[in-house]
Structures are given as structure tokens and as C-alpha cells.
């Protein structure tokens, strides 16, 4: 079946760690993108990618990094830069003109011990 | 800054009842409207959506409604069910704008039997 998987599904982090989100589609598609969800808050974009060794910053991006080196598979670290790392993280993809919809793995929660 | 604003933030409505979800946008270059429902502790899954050239569609229970002159979209869910209970987003998109899809912030909706 196609689709997005995104492990692991619960994450913990103590404090000054760097961890690795992990985000891989089968789709085909070569748009990926992540989300961090807080409640209330919606959904904010955290990077994108629309092709393989390229990436962009979305609105949130200060301390994260990604990488795409695969057109399958689009990781996300969380650095220890980022202050407030405690969220839901939402791994998406897309067609190239994102209006056919995007799919949604079941997300990473990460949290902060 | 592109915004999507989204009311209510949350939602009651007794089962058999018409559910209602209001966004407004600023940006007059979106042209893609998506919806979207997440369950608890899932990732969000494309409802229904909507191109600025029609002012409804219909998809059994769920329709949007759009006034591109209010710059208004809205959701109504007929014969609510409640299965239906999840938080819904809706969304803009600018196609060939980089394809990044601005959220609403989410609304909770729960249908009471």
C-alpha cells in the first residue's frame, strides 16, 4: 500500500540532545514537507522540500535541520537550539503542484524528559 | 503574511444536526481549498476540497461553500454522526507557488448523541 511512515511514533528527548525524526513515502511524489502541531496552534511548517538536495525554511524553522538526499525519504532532527522541542511532528507529501492533496503519516510525538 | 483564520475553535452539535466551519483568507492569489480531518493521535486526512471557480461541492454529507468576493470558505457537515468527532482544518494553496498549504488553526468537533 502506498503511503507515508514516519517513526518512531513516540520520541523522548532530554535536554542539549539532538534526535532524528524519520519521514519515508512510497507515493512517488516529490514534494515532502514537515509540520509541528501544538494545540491551538494549528499546524505551522517547519521545512520543505520540493526536489531531492533541495530544501526550503518554513515559517518555524530555527532549530531544526533536514536533509533530502532521497526522493523517498525527507529526516528531521530536532537540534538542541530548539528551546521548546515538546510537539506533534507531521511528515507530508504532495504531486509538484500540491493541488491533488497532500498525505499525512500518523506523526512522531516528541517529548522532553 | 498569508494567514487562514478558522471559527469556531470548537464545536457541539447533537447528532443528526448540521455541523459549521467558517475560514476567511487574505490572499486572493490561493487557489486551492482543502479540508481536512484528523482523529486523535493520527495525522490529518484530505477531506474535501474546492477551486475558486465553483461556489460549492458536494460530497455526501460534506460540503464547502466558497464567496471568492468575502474571501470566505465554510464546511457543512449534514447529518452529523458521531464518527464525525475530530478536529478539522482547512487550508489555502497558491499551485506553483511552492505548494506550501497555509492551515486554519483547527477546529474540535464533537456530536453528541
Known amino acids: 500500500d502506498g503511503g507515508i511512515t514516519q517513526s518512531p511514533k513516540y520520541l523522548f528527548r532530554k535536554e542539549g540532545q539532538n534526535v532524528t525524526l524519520s519521514c519515508e513515502q512510497n507515493l512517488n511524489h516529490d514534494a515532502m514537507y514537515w509540520y509541528r502541531q501544538d494545540p491551538g496552534q494549528g499546524l505551522r511548517l517547519i521545512y520543505y522540500?520540493?526536489?531531492?538536495?533541495?530544501?526550503q525554511k518554513g515559517d518555524i524553522a530555527e532549530g531544526y535541520s533536514v536533509s533530502r538526499e532521497k526522493k523517498e525519504s525527507f529526516p528531521l532532527t530536532v537540534t538542541s537550539a530548539q528551546k521548546n522541542p515538546t510537539a506533534f511532528y507531521l511528515c507530508a507529501s504532495s504531486g509538484r503542484q500540491g493541488v491533488d492533496g497532500y498525505t499525512f503519516g500518523s506523526g512522531t510525538r516528541l517529548t522532553v524528559v | 503574511q498569508q494567514q487562514v483564520k478558522q471559527s469556531p475553535q470548537s464545536l457541539i452539535v447533537q447528532k443528526g444536526g448540521i455541523s459549521i466551519i467558517n475560514c476567511a483568507y487574505e490572499?486572493?492569489?490561493?487557489?486551492?481549498f482543502p479540508w481536512y480531518q484528523q482523529f486523535p493521535g493520527k495525522g490529518p486526512a484530505l477531506l474535501i476540497a474546492i477551486r475558486p471557480d465553483v461556489s460549492e461541492k458536494k460530497e455526501g454529507r460534506f460540503t464547502i461553500s466558497f464567496n471568492k468576493s468575502a474571501k470566505q470558505f465554510s464546511l457543512h457537515i449534514m447529518d452529523s454522526q458521531p464518527g464525525d468527532s475530530a478536529t478539522y482544518f482547512c487550508?489555502?494553496?497558491?499551485?506553483?507557488?511552492?505548494?506550501?498549504?497555509?492551515f486554519g488553526t483547527g477546529t474540535q468537533l464533537k456530536v453528541e448523541l
Open positions: 487550508a489555502a494553496l497558491i499551485a506553483g507557488g511552492g505548494n506550501k498549504l497555509t
Open positions: 490572499n486572493t492569489a490561493f487557489d486551492y
Open positions: 522540500s520540493q526536489i531531492v538536495n533541495d530544501f
